[in-house]
């Protein structure tokens, strides 16, 4: 996404026009396996009650532990059946325009690494494990699915209007950080959340973010971070729902959202729907960096 610096302008080398490169899957070593493996079973422990429903579905329909790194050439005709979405791999972060290309074709870009044993809890980059186990299960849902291709087609009309700051933070917000009302509890599913384990307990169980309902506008004007847990969660009713308000054109939403104020991670306004009024105390404790 468009928030991390690129390290390449053009595709590097071995890598095709858009940007895909092979897996390579025989070329993964047994400690890489491993590495999926053991981060596949601590997911297992924490996600059941706090996931979605949808995503518990979706990752069984993958069939993504039968041992080691999955083999995009084993999982992308299952994933394509249901949805025809299929999984591309690419060598890093790619330009902005490459990925909406991608998204709008129903093709999820994925790292091709995995992290190492040492850094099984904290990485800055997408890896296999992140866009894989983390994304993917999502793609399985019809509605999802459609939503993903939307915005993938909408990143295209945005880039040419100056508004990718605005839609980056919706994908933020769904995408990556998600939460829904699934039978009147809040579960996980965004994919930054679903892939660490210890944001799956902090987003739905800790005292310190706040979270509030899903409001299209609040959400494309609020600022995030990338280095730490989020200090604000967006609680959507359904899938559904949030195609609703998506699916909509973003001619009008940009026209009011052109020039207004951003707002604070940790801001509450009159407006909002309060599901949790955070203490912020992780945040104000210092986060990942407290003594
Ligand atoms: N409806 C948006 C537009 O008109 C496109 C979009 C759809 C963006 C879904 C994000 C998600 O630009
Ligand atoms: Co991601």
């Known amino acids: 996404m468009s928030d991390f610096a690129h390290v390449f302008e053009t595709p590097p080398e071995g890598a095709a ?26 997911q297992m422990k924490i996600l059941p009650g706090r996931a979605a429903e949808v995503f518990m579905k979706g990752l069984n ?27 591309v791999c690419v060598p890093g972060l790619v ?16 790292g091709q690494f995995i992290r190492t044993p040492d850094q099984l809890d904290y990485l800055q980059e997408p890896d296999i494990f992140h866009d894989v186990f983390g994304h993917v299960p999502m793609l399985t849902d019809p509605d999802f699915a459609d939503y993903m291709e939307a915005y993938g087609k909408g990143g295209q009309r945005a880039a040419s209007l100056g508004m990718l700051p605005n839609l980056a933070r919706l994908y933020w917000y ?22 660490s ?9 800790d005292a310190s973010p706040n979270r509030i ?10 600022l995030y971070r990338i280095d730490d ?39 509450i306004l009159p407006s909002d729907d309060v599901i949790t009024r955070g203490n912020q105390a992780y945040a104000i404790e210092g986060g990942r960096f407290a003594a």
């Open 95 to 110: 330009p902005d325009d490459v990925f909406f290309d991608h998204l709008a074709n129903r093709r999820f870009p994925s």
């Open 174 to 195: 769904t995408v990556e950080f998600g939460l829904m009302r699934e039978e009147g509890q809040l579960r996980i599913y965004g994919a930054g959340i679903v892939s």
């Open 17 to 42: 026009a858009d940007w895909t490169i092979p897996q390579d899957w025989s070329a993964y070593t047994p400690v890489e396996h491993q590495t999926w493996d053991t981060l596949y079973a601590r």
């Open 197 to 205: 384990a210890t944001e799956s307990v902090f987003a739905v169980e």
């Open 213 to 222: 309902g899903f409001d299209l506008e609040r959400v494309m004007k609020t």
């Open 229 to 267: 847990f989020q200090q604000v969660y967006f609680v959507i009713d359904s899938i559904d729902a949030l195609k609703a308000v998506t699916l909509q054109d973003f001619g009008p939403v940009y026209e009011r959202l052109q020039g207004a104020e951003t707002i604070a991670i940790d801001a």
């Open 61 to 87: 329909a993958l069939d993504l532990n039968t041992g080691g790194i999955p083999d995009f050439a084993v999982m992308n005709p299952k994933l394509q059946a249901l949805t025809g979405w299929t999984v």
